[in-house]
């Protein structure tokens, strides 16, 4: 029982923390948000006597994805309104 | 006339592989009960490997696992590929900015701690839980962790493609040598020793040890390429 209760508060965190990367507009909360995910997974997949597939997702979901995120966002735009605003501003003009 | 040639040496190719397929007879029932009680039975009678997800995965599955290599190797490729045109026009120009002296300072208290355990993860993946896909990431993640602290970390192309190429020749001239030896590539032809042993299992460790070191190079590769616009 104790069991079935953490793997549905730990499915509940992963769908929150989901939830919260689709509406923050700050893009670097988003991708933090993706990583805790990922982070979630790996407790789940470890869980669920899948150790292979933690480790695998731990390094390469916790890791290496969201530092390349965080460069990309480096190199473009933070905020996702950023872009938004110039349209609007081009749109006031026409 | 070159068209023609090319032409009929596809359509012949083409024709061979069908018949071949159509022999094979996908989706029959050939299996009554599945293979997984096989899998579990041999993995610890035959192969004496304490982790059968290894067992599936360097023994019963080899090819696949040469397949998914592969799709690695030619997704850096392509990568390196797009990237390379842009790195001759953009200039001198790194994505990275100078970190702070405790990140540096942390970064090379651990960075020997990460590769080591990577190495442990590859080296022990007949054992434990983990392997050369998992193992070769780890020791990737350690160099990302150097070229974000140091600006000036160096990685050599060169020593990395070597590492590589000679990876994935080793790979296939293990499968090949299963074919002199038992008859069907990927056989497992040297002796399996007693379970539970760091030298066992055969060619199972040696080749999941390949399939690291590939990956570390690959993946090391590709975030170098990403980091640094110019070589």
Known sequence: ?94 | MKKFIVIITLATLGFYLGQTFYELGFGDARFEHGVKDIYLEKTVSELHVANTITSIIVSFRGFDTLGEVTVLFLAATALGGILYKRRHHVGDRSVLFSASRIVRSGSKLLFPAVILLGVYVFVHGHLSPGGGFQGGTIVATGFLLMLLAYENFKVSHHVLSYIESFAGIFFVLFGLAGFYNGGTFLENFMPVGTMNNLFSGGVIPIIYILVGFKVAAELTGLIYTVLHEKD
Request: proline share 1%.
């Open chain 1, 1 to 94: 029982m104790t069991y079935l209760i953490l793997i549905f508060f730990l499915l509940l965190l992963m769908l929150g923390a989901a939830i919260y990367a689709i509406v923050q507009k700050d893009l670097l909360y988003a991708v933090i948000a993706t990583g805790v995910i990922s982070l979630v997974l790996t407790a789940l997949f470890y869980l669920l006597q899948a150790p292979d597939v933690a480790l695998t997702e731990a390094a390469i979901g916790v890791a290496l994805t969201t530092i390349i995120f965080i460069i990309t966002i480096r190199n473009t735009v933070r905020h996702e309104d950023d872009y938004n605003k110039k349209d609007d501003l081009k749109s006031a003009v026409e």
